[in-house]
């Protein structure tokens, strides 16, 4: 299995010989404004994807499939609408099929429980988008666990504070690689939206066997937490051998001794 971070949230997953985009924000840099009520007015995407144009369109034509957590624009933007061939199959959660149909995308799985791409199980999970009335404000959200036979079993946690559905996952699916949105992504009231340090290491305890992937830094405006920041406290809490926190282009490779 391979994970290439291409920048944020998007990932492209190798996984049993299929290749699967997550959660496409294509964007150039600066071409959308920046989250209201941040404390940094910055507008997103902050960085420029990793790959050219070209190397972005050779990408997209190899791709089995894409998978969309949620449909907020840091993870599904008009950019992807416009550079997505229409006949690639998308799996989402239900809330998300309609908004996913109107742009006449024609393979859509709204999946509740699981469903097959090729051989691969891809199986929803929740999540909280926050706490209180501010995660129910943002929404519905998904993660996803991939498995199959050959392959480690992923799960991609998607946009989500630690809370017992992700407990719940990670009981369930025992996954041997863990994707972790954090960045700490905040407004200028109320607390984080996405994992911050405390989450992350909550997810090692509860995963004490597991590789863990730290994504979704530096890139949106009201992502506060840096990557180097996490680092540091993986180092001192003893889980940063376990704990992979890579930069924009990186390419991450797993088996099942991982």
């Not at 997505?84 to 109107?102: E, T, W, Y």
């Not at 999970?125 to 991939?146: A, I, K, M, N, Y």
């Not at 066997?209 to 506060?224: D, P, S």
Request: proline share 6%.
């Amino acid at each position: 299995m391979r994970i290439r971070l291409l920048r944020h949230a998007t990932l492209v997953v190798e996984f049993s010989g299929r290749r699967l985009m997550v959660d496409p924000m294509l964007s150039p840099a600066g071409a959308m404004e920046p989250v209201a009520d941040a404390a940094v007015t910055a507008r997103i995407p902050m960085v420029e994807l990793p790959i050219s144009h070209e190397e972005l369109t050779g990408l997209i034509g190899s791709l089995d499939g894409v998978l969309v957590t949620h449909t907020h624009r840091d993870h599904w933007d008009q950019a992807a609408v416009e550079l997505l061939p229409r006949s690639i199959p998308i799996v989402c959660q239900l809330s998300d099929q309609v908004r996913i149909a109107d742009a006449e995308f024609r393979e859509i799985e709204a999946v509740e429980g699981e469903v097959l791409i090729g051989g691969v199980r891809v199986i929803r999970t929740g999540g909280r988008h926050g706490v209180g009335e501010l995660g129910q404000r943002l929404g519905p959200v998904s993660g996803f666990v991939l498995d199959a036979p050959d392959e480690p079993r992923l799960y991609i946690a998607g946009d989500t504070v630690w809370c017992p559905e992700v407990a719940d996952a990670l009981s369930r699916h025992r996954p041997h690689v863990v994707v972790v949105n954090a960045g700490a992504a905040q407004f200028r009231t109320g607390g984080p939206i996405t994992m911050d340090v405390p989450d992350v290491l909550e997810v090692t305890r509860a995963a004490p066997v597991a590789q863990v992937v730290a994504v979704h830094f530096e890139t949106i405006n009201h992502c506060l937490l840096r990557r180097a920041d996490l680092r540091a406290a993986v180092d001192r809490d003893g889980v940063g051998a376990r704990v992979r926190v890579p930069a924009d282009g990186d390419t991450l490779a797993f088996d099942r001794k991982s």
